[in-house]
């Protein structure tokens, strides 16, 4: 008796583990955190096709931050992804990728129902202006490496 009491105590215990952190990780982390563009170069409402911040210094440090804030849960501190999300480093910076980039945070990423990636692009429903995903894009840029 005395064993089947402790392996239920057990049980509880580790479920109440598990639903706490759970918890604590969904609300904590999900809120996206504003991205101050002040500096930035007005872009207007179309998508642009190529990134206009590539090498700005201003929008690489908004992008900077804006990434530790956003994406770096996901896709790891400084790009270095823990290996379950894609590496940003490895992507390229050309006119593929660039489209690649803006299709990602326009459409976020849904299979079978489940949100891998969820939607950043204020023109699709997201958070965020093409001046501040362009700004985190200038940023990944310069954390590139070699595939
Ligand atoms: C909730 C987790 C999560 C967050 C937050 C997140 N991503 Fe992602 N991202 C993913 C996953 C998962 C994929 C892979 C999706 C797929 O392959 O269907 C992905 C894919 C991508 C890709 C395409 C990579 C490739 O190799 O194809 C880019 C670019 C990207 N994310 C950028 C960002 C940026 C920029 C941010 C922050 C503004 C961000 N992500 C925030 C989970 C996330």
């Avoid at 400084?78 to 006119?95: E, V």
């Avoid at 849904?110 to 891998?116: A, D, E, L, P, S």
């Avoid at 969820?118 to 490496?145: C, N, R």
Wanted: hydrophobic content about 40%.
């Amino acid at each position: 008796m005395k064993h089947i009491n402790n392996t239920s105590f057990s049980i509880v215990f580790i479920s109440l583990i598990t639903f706490f952190s759970v918890n604590v990780f969904a609300h904590g982390d999900i809120a996206p955190q504003p991205i101050d563009i002040d500096g930035l170069e007005d872009l207007g409402e179309e998508w642009l096709e190529r990134n206009p911040y590539s090498g700005n210094e201003t929008a690489i440090k908004v992008g900077e931050a804006a990434y530790g804030q956003n994406c770096a849960r996901c896709h790891g501190l400084g790009g270095m992804s823990g290996g379950i999300n894609p590496d940003l480093r490895k992507m390229k910076h050309d006119a593929e990728d660039d489209a690649w980039y803006v299709m990602r945070v326009r459409k976020g990423s849904v299979r079978n129902g489940i949100t891998y990636m969820p939607i950043f692009a204020e023109t699709d429903g997201g958070p965020f202006s093409q001046e501040a995903l362009w700004a985190i894009w200038a940023w990944i840029e310069t954390i590139a490496i070699e595939d």
